[in-house]
């Protein structure tokens, strides 16, 4: 048999080696977690060290005018749809498509030959009915006289009396009716209703045209000087909008969005009530368009100037940020380190924002690299609007 003793050491060895590599194992760990942690607490303090390029601008006060911005449509202060009056031929039409006409100028010519003999015709019914009626009137004067010294009963001067009012009658619904054909004769020559610019033709020489027609107008006429912007604005600024003045509000008109030239104009409408739809009032401006560089339904933008804001403190809107609960501007102080400040925004003025706290004019905020930036970071201003030249250095 072989003894079992020599057999017992082989595993106190392996038993011991195994422990080995244990404590080996262990005693890395302990190394690699110090190294971690060392090489994570190196890692902010390198990062904390870094610069962050930024771009800053001045907080300022100054005098902010209260516009509100709004996209309009141009109207014609006034709008004719000519129609005939009278029906027949059109002989004649006095203008070119796109002219412009005043007032009471003649448009078109109807063929008047059926309505001069129709007015001749009333013309000589009404001079016969009223010889009748004088004959009438004056056979009741005789009667009357007669039937004073009872030479005529009373049945003859009643009879005699109505007859001179029934012609009396007849003459007056002569004349009505000469008037009626004298008013269609002169109806003949359409005459434009408003003075302005004329629209396509519907009708030419030789067509026939039916009285009253509406579905069919002759031509359109707008008058576009001056002319008129419609617009609207929400509900929130009905009360600046209503706050009484000594002038009505400035507008200012813009044709396209790459335009830089603003029309002058002033406010000329306000309506009577808010839109309960959509929440909007609609307004009018009003301007003299005397170059007609506004037309009848183009959409221009709108500028309403209502007052002049001071002392109020600026900054460029690109400054200030938006979070889930506020928003915010990153403040640069004179160290160069940085600070997030909570602002309340009261408008926005072109390309400006006024602060109505959070930050005061004076102070510098980043309006470029926030995204890179963190409360207590270091900045270096690459370039600057505004501020002083000892920050951009």
């Not at 909008?241 to 000329?268: F, T």
Request: charged fraction near 25%; aromatic fraction near 4%.
């Amino acid at each position: 048999m072989l003894d079992p003793k020599p057999m017992r050491a082989p595993r106190v060895v392996r038993r011991r080696h195994a422990r080995t590599v244990l404590r080996d194992l262990s005693l890395a760990g302990v190394s690699l977690t110090a190294g971690l942690s060392l090489a994570g607490c190196a890692e902010p303090a390198a990062r904390g060290a870094q610069r962050v390029p930024i771009v800053v601008a001045l907080a300022e006060k100054r005098s902010v005018p209260y516009e509100i911005d709004a996209t309009g449509t141009v109207e014609a202060v006034q709008s004719a749809t000519v129609t005939a009056q009278v029906g027949g031929l059109v002989t004649r039409v006095t203008f070119r498509e796109g002219d412009p006409v005043g007032a009471g100028h003649a448009l078109f010519v109807i063929d008047p030959r059926p309505f001069e003999a129709a007015e001749t015709r009333a013309a000589a019914v009404l001079a016969r009915d009223r010889v009748q009626a004088e004959t009438a009137r004056l056979e009741l004067r005789r009667a009357e006289a007669l039937a004073a010294q009872q030479f005529v009963s009373d049945d003859e001067l009643q009879q005699k009396r109505a007859d001179a009012g029934a012609l009396a009658a007849t003459v007056r619904a002569d004349s009505a009716a000469h008037s009626s054909a004298a008013l269609d004769l002169s109806n003949t020559t359409v005459r434009a209703p408003i003075g302005g610019k004329t629209g396509s033709l519907a009708v030419h020489a030789g067509d026939v045209v039916r009285a009253n027609d509406t579905t069919a107008p002759l031509v359109t006429i707008k008058q576009i000087q001056p002319i008129r912007v419609r617009f609207t604005v929400t509900q929130a600024d009905l009360a600046e909008v209503r706050r009484p003045r000594p002038q009505p509000p400035r507008v200012e008109i813009a044709r396209a969005e790459s335009d830089s030239l603003w029309i002058e104009g002033k406010l000329a409408f306000i309506d009577n009530a808010v839109d309960e739809a959509s929440g909007t009032l609609l307004l009018k401006a009003e301007l003299p368009n005397r170059d007609g560089a506004l037309w009848p339904g183009q959409f221009v933008r709108v500028r309403l100037r209502l007052y002049e804001q001071s002392g109020a403190t600026v900054v460029p809107t690109a400054a200030v940020s938006n979070s889930q609960r506020a928003a915010y501007c990153y403040v640069m102080k004179p160290d160069t380190t940085v600070e997030l400040r909570n602002v309340t925004v009261q408008r926005v003025w072109r390309d400006m924002s006024v602060i109505a706290s959070g930050v005061t004019a004076g102070e510098i905020v980043v309006t470029d690299g926030q995204l890179r930036l963190s409360p207590g970071a270091k900045g270096v201003v690459r370039s600057a609007a505004g501020a002083p030249e000892a920050v951009t250095r």
